[in-house]
DNA sequence: GTATCGGTTTGATCCAAGTCAACCCTTGCT
DNA sequence: AGCAAGGGTTGACTTGGATCAAACCGATAC
């Protein structure tokens, strides 16, 4: 019988980016071996998030990024009717909490989708460390940007696609990622539930469910549950471009 | 009868942001005049984009970022299949280009809505001064994250409102923008399409019309062509908080 | 003046996705 | 083992916005 966690544990650990077989994904990238010390010497302590709970939440103030070490999360906002929309899904070697920089207060909850570990960067620190470390600085600012882009694939998605280009382009999107770090491209597991899914993409939960049954009955991939086999990649990638093609 | 003048020019002139009565939006923002006058020797030259024209297109090799100083942009996304996605709408004082930093090459097109004029801000340099001054490096991060947080209010837009919230949300961001460049926001002048509006909106034109067309018959908005003036700013916010909460 | 053209409005119909509802799995608890 | 609860699937029906089509408006060109 276990005593309960509490949800945000600060585990002491130093987080030790020079270790870290996620830093040519992550913020060390493309650093020399003593300038990822001087990372290290800043990346103080990782932290611990237990499943559904929140790493940070809107309007709490803003004091750090973070890279997720182990685990995946998802970032969303909430209307005042209570209406949420995800916007995002992130996984190992990502960062977390860029919204925040803006107006020193986080604008988004991110949520753990399973047990989690992440590595706290000080912000205040990494801003001064990344004007002597013109890579690290470089970096940032690359990470930053990437995920402008990334959101401008999301409206595309959310703006022009219909539903079983946008779930497509999510499984697709996944497999890259997963590939990206060494797992299976075509075989996984899904950690967020349909309606996540479902308000990711713009979608009701039946909407993503249907699609993903219409996926299997056409041989596209083999659905158990949470649990994804992507069988005929091109054929999703085809859904793409090709029934795009409809006039 | 007029020369006909190149799509974009380089005017040569100093940009100044000194003596720019933007400067409170823009790049310069929480700067002291001797930190601006550094800004100023790296913003070397302006650049004139006339209406129709791209400032710089997906694909083109990312060199600089750019401080709209007159006139107005849209960023678009294209799919192989020629679908468009509008990502956004840029006025005076906001930058764009930051979507290339990521990859060294620009993902989207940046599209004059009237002859425009723009700062140009080459990028490696603007790196090197905000390794030198930190005032200049956290706005240039606020910056980034605004756009971040931005894109999270897009994909709310697109993901989980209606038509007619879409529409409101999009005249209140207007309003409230023109508003903080001291004009009127209760009146102004569109300068983009019914399409272009609708490609960012998620919508088909028609649809944006309509809309328009309702707002006009519930005494919410005039609307003449382009030219837009907003009679009852709180029905339009109601419109957002209050009809959402639709069971 | 009249023609032309891009953009806009409006009407009539259609369909993809939403809604509502029933049922079916897993998984975890007593 | 049996039960409850939270996801997930599937079916029947509804609907908001798309599509198709026609007309309208305000510019600029002739």
Known sequence: MQMK???VTPTGLKAACSQCNLRELCLPFGLTGEEIDRLDALVATRRKVRRQH?????????????????????????????????????????ILGLDGISSETHSCNATALEDSEVCVIPFAQLED??????????????VMSREIVRDHGVMMLLGSMRAEERLAAFLL???KRFMARGYSPAEFHLRMTRDEIGSYLGLKLETVSRAFSKFQDEGLVAVHQK?????DLDGLRQLLTHCAKRP
């Not at 649990?227 to 069988?231: L, Q, S």
Request: proline residues 3%.
């Open 129 to 142: 460390l990344s004007r002597q470390v013109e890579s690290l600085q470089h970096q940032f600012h690359k």
């Open 54 to 94: 929140h790493l940070y939440s809107a309007g709490a103030p803003f004091e750090a990024i973070y890279a997720i070490r182990t685990g995946s999360f998802k970032t969303d906002v909430l209307l005042e009717d209570g209406r949420e929309q995800v916007t995002g899904f992130q996984m190992t070697g990502e």
């Open 227 to 231: 649990h994804i086999r992507i069988i």
């Open 5 to 7: 966690a509490p949800a």
């Open 173 to 175: 999107n996944l497999s």
